[in-house]
């Protein structure tokens, strides 16, 4: 199984470098790690034969079973024993019984998809800007994605006077803003939660320079104060003196091994200040649908529905990834709504139990 594993990796990575991506293309490699699944992870393959369907040639990357968000905190949805993960990643949340986890057999896929999506959004210009991080180091969080993320674009594409700003009580504002106020380019890369600490400091804006840019993610989830998301964005340009388009926002999650981002930044795009129409921009080895709530079926481009990933970096996971995500699905990429209101959506719950008498039987 490892070296099947291993032919996949290699494949998805060269398909990555290779930069030419049709349908045919994806849905070939679609087709091989959903069989590598399959016949790897017990509990999935039982799914997909309740749902009757199984590897095949001419199956393609829509007919793929997704399993929904929620399941990854109940099974291990992995092709190799959990205990030998290479890095294990967990959602967020206070106990290990209620988080998702997404176990990774090798890190360098992840790195592969990482790395030259980042570059065409964050660094459109080359360089080697300053990175200041407002979120946990790998080393403090060896859990989350996103600290694994920030980690690896503070590395290698961060000049000589990078770092992290994050001490015991959160983001260290002061002292990233004295770091800041020197010379640019500077890259900011930090969640929102941190970026209305430094906007809620009462410090004086300061000026980024030229071709810096601030990366936002991870929205207000469990803030205790939230901005309406155009005066965050004001905020954000305001204090840092940026024009509009050098806000953007990163879309990623833990089941996932590729992400998304506004494209303003590395098209410069005319964004207007009370702009919130700007679509998230998946790499071609990603594909994003919407589907019907309560049935799942795949909806039409420009139909606002649930959002469904297949994610060809999931190579020892799975690759067809259902959220409770609501957005539209259009032609120049994901409009993104937010959280589907209230429980689970009907269709995500049958899954989950489907899936879950799978694993029973």
């Known amino acids: 199984m490892n070296a099947r594993s291993d032919a996949l990796h290699g494949r998805v990575q060269a398909a990555i470098a290779g930069g030419e991506w049709t349908d045919e293309r994806f849905d070939a490699l679609a087709r091989d790690l959903f069989a590598h699944q399959f016949d790897g992870c017990p509990a999935y393959g039982a799914y997909c034969r309740g749902k009757g369907v199984q590897p095949g040639p001419h199956l393609r990357h829509g007919d793929i079973p997704a399993v929904p968000t929620e399941v990854f905190k109940r099974v291990d949805l992995c092709t190799f024993p959990a205990e030998e993960a290479a890095a294990t990643f967990l959602t967020s949340g206070t106990t290990l019984g209620t988080r998702g986890r997404h176990f990774l057999r090798r890190t360098d896929t992840y790195v592969a998809s990482l790395a030259p999506h980042l570059d065409r959004h964050l660094l459109p210009r080359g360089g080697a800007p300053t990175v200041h991080v407002l979120a946990p180091p790998a080393s403090e969080d060896p859990h989350s994605s996103l600290s694994h993320m920030l980690q690896w674009a503070l590395d290698h594409r961060g000049g000589p006077r990078s770092r992290f700003h994050w001490g015991a009580g959160g983001p260290d504002v002061p002292g990233f803003l004295a770091a800041a106020s020197k010379a640019g380019p500077h890259l900011v890369l930090a969640t929102a939660r941190a970026l209305q600490a430094v906007l809620d400091a009462g410090a004086s804006p300061i000026s980024l320079g030229l071709g810096s840019a601030v990366m936002e993610t991870g929205g207000f989830k469990g803030a205790t104060r939230s901005l309406p998301r155009v005066e965050f964005y004001r905020g954000i340009r305001r204090f840092f003196d940026l024009p509009p388009w050098a806000v953007v926002s990163e879309y990623g999650m833990t089941e ?25 921009v998946f790499p071609p080895w990603c594909r994003v649908g919407a589907v019907d709530p309560d049935t799942l079926t795949v909806l039409p481009q420009g139909s606002r529905g649930l959002l469904r990933f297949w994610d060809l970096a999931n190579v020892d996971s799975i690759v067809a990834v259902q959220t409770a995500d609501v957005g539209v699905v259009t032609p120049r990429g994901v409009l993104l709504e937010g959280r589907a209101p209230g429980s689970a959506p009907r269709g995500c719950s049958l899954a989950v139990d489907e899936l879950m008498r799978g694993v029973i039987a």
């Open 256 to 280: 996932l091994g590729s992400q998304g981002y506004h494209a303003s930044f590395a098209h410069r795009a005319l964004v207007g200040e009370e702009d919130d129409d700007q679509p998230l």
